[in-house]
């Protein structure tokens, strides 16, 4: 019994994570070194990171069949693109006003809501990101998938016509599932890849994706010599639609944003790595409006010269290139053209999935298991979840399934307006960090280590849509009006109640010292510029004792007496 003991002792030892302390780098229940405010020297990105990662998430297969999805309800070109450039207008200030946390005080998602719903009720949106990144981890290693099957078919023409050796029980093919498998251990080596050292493969997705895009989009221009009907579609909403124009511009404008909130939610995750506000800025909106706007575009345009080439429209880039190799005959050059296109779509599914899924999913459970768990091992758990979520079964028969995890803006939308309210109205952009990592003599341990204002208004904010939801993914034919109009504002409605009602709770239910910061630079965080600019003295300058205590009220650098070495500064 003694000997187990010993045995089960070593291994937590073995297993439990380790932290350099002269560092601040502790590692308990709620710290360890990828929780903690990021120190300068692991604040490496710079513009083009910013640029890279939100480039990633409009250089992808979604962002390409957006026009689509607006033309097939009946609205016109034009409307299609007023859709898209105002819907990432509101991503460009939703991602910023979200993000500034982690600009300021350098902290994630993970830690940010600990100030806002308390050490202990943080769990609630921290297990909600949790599932998704589960989730659509999976989802988007099976749509990588598909890529990665394209790419092989371009090699080996015969593996398009592979033998099945699936049963009719399991929803999938031989072809589909050896993409899955191959794009899955191609992305494993890249978990071990750092957020700090992502920008090379930013750069390499950036170029390699664009220029694809670009050149398949000159290349349908040539050989079509113009576009197809497609282009000049005008308004053909059905005479007998519920919805005119205006709801569906507003529903599609809603599901613009809401289909990047997961993204928004945790912003403060990736802007911490900042090495300057400016570098945020100019890197997620220059990539949010030129990016973003342009794929779709670019995916509109090619769209309909293919249309004008093979005599049907193909949204689907899978599709279209495996008729671009047919139509080729699988000669050499087709076969070689398809696969540089496929490469760089799936690359770019790969390197979206392992940053916006897998190393978001590591940081999250950071954040449950700190002692065991950091980026790394959290990115790795997630993705192998994705053979425990089994998305061949999502993809091929749970459509509905689907539906509702893309509309789970629903319960983000509230989460992003509490802690907008909380920073900027309630707090006025002040944060005791060392207050965030422990639960005794802490402002943000509030009733048990629950705010119970969170509660009531994050539940006023999602419940107004909830019914619209709902309706929606059931395909009711005769849906209450008003529910689905709500449920179309769903994003902006979420965020303003939930902002308001919070405000509210907390104007007749205040918490005291809510505007309090550490007069001492606790972990080392900031440069002497940033210390100068928050008000807060660096540490190095700091009486020792007061420095882990954090002590002190609001106050400036110039206010504090501290003493080095005995001598009054």
């Not at 002269?22 to 405010?37: F, G, K, M, V, Y």
Request: with cysteine; hydrophobic share 50%; proline share 5%.
């Amino acid at each position: 019994m003694i000997s187990l003991r010993k045995r089960l002792a070593r291994a937590n030892q073995f297993v439990k994570l380790k932290g350099d302390e002269s560092r601040h780098e502790q590692t308990d229940a709620w710290s360890n070194r990828d929780l903690i405010p990021l120190p300068p020297e692991r604040r490496t990105w710079g513009w083009f990171h910013f640029f890279g990662f939100w480039a990633i998430s409009s250089l992808n297969i979604s962002n390409w069949q957006t026009p689509g999805t607006f033309l097939t309800q009946g609205l016109s070109v034009r409307q299609a693109m007023l859709i898209i450039v105002v819907g990432r207008l509101l991503i460009s200030l939703f991602s910023t006003l979200i993000a500034w946390a982690g600009l300021k005080w350098h902290i994630g998602f993970t830690v940010q809501n600990r100030y806002t719903w308390g050490m202990r009720a943080s769990y609630i949106p921290l297990l909600q990101r949790i599932l998704l990144n589960f989730i659509w981890n999976a989802v988007q290693c099976w749509n990588g998938g598909r890529l990665v099957a394209v790419c092989i078919t371009c090699i080996w023409p015969s593996f398009a016509r592979i033998k099945n050796t699936f049963g009719p029980d399991i929803p999938t093919t031989t072809y589909e599932f050896v993409g899955f498998v191959v794009f899955w251990f191609l992305s494993t080596p890249f978990l071990w890849l750092r957020p700090e050292k992502f920008k090379i493969p930013f750069q390499i997705v950036t170029i390699w994706c664009g220029l694809g895009m670009l050149s398949w989009m000159i290349w349908a221009l040539a050989v079509a010599k113009g576009v197809g009907p497609l282009w000049s579609t005008g308004q053909q909403i059905p005479g007998g639609s519920p919805w005119g124009a205006s709801w569906l511009i507003m529903a599609g404008i809603n599901q613009q944003v809401g289909g990047l909130a997961a993204g928004i939610t945790n912003g403060s995750d990736f802007s911490r790595y900042a090495r300057g506000r400016k570098h945020y800025i100019i890197g997620t909106i220059l990539s949010c409006m030129v990016t973003g706007v342009l794929v779709c575009f670019v995916g509109l345009v090619t769209a309909a010269a293919a249309q004008k080439i093979y005599g049907e429209v193909y949204w689907n880039p899978p599709d279209l290139l495996m008729v671009m190799m047919d139509y080729g005959n699988g000669s050499s050059k087709a076969r070689a053209g398809v696969f540089f296109l496929s490469a760089g779509f799936a690359f770019t599914a790969m390197f979206e999935n392992i940053c916006g899924n897998a190393v978001a999913g590591g940081i999250d459970l950071a954040g449950l298991f700190p002692r065991y768990i950091d980026i790394r091992r959290g990115a790795i758990i997630t993705f192998v979840a994705a053979w425990i979520v089994q998305p061949w079964q999502l993809i091929n028969r749970a459509t509905t399934f689907i539906q509702v995890l893309s509309s789970f803006a629903v319960f983000l939308a509230p989460i992003m307006g509490m802690m907008a309210c909380d920073y900027y109205l309630l707090r006025k952009r002040k944060i005791r960090l060392s207050h965030l990592y422990r639960t005794h003599d802490t402002n943000y341990w509030f009733w048990h280590g629950v705010n119970w204002r969170a509660l009531p208004a994050w539940i006023c904010g999602w419940a107004p849509t909830i019914g619209g939801l709902v309706v929606t993914v059931k395909l009711d034919p005769n849906p209450p009006r008003a529910l689905v109009q709500l449920y179309y504002m769903a994003f902006l409605i979420g965020f303003f109640i939930s902002a308001i009602v919070f405000y509210v709770l907390n104007l007749f239910f205040p918490v005291p010292d809510m505007d309090e910061f550490d007069e001492v630079d606790v972990y080392g965080t900031f440069t002497p510029r940033e210390a100068e600019r928050v008000g807060v003295v660096p540490l190095e300058y700091a009486d020792s004792t007061d420095a882990r205590r954090g002590l002190g009220r609001e106050s400036t650098a110039e206010q504090v007496v501290v003493h080095d070495n005995g001598k009054k500064l």
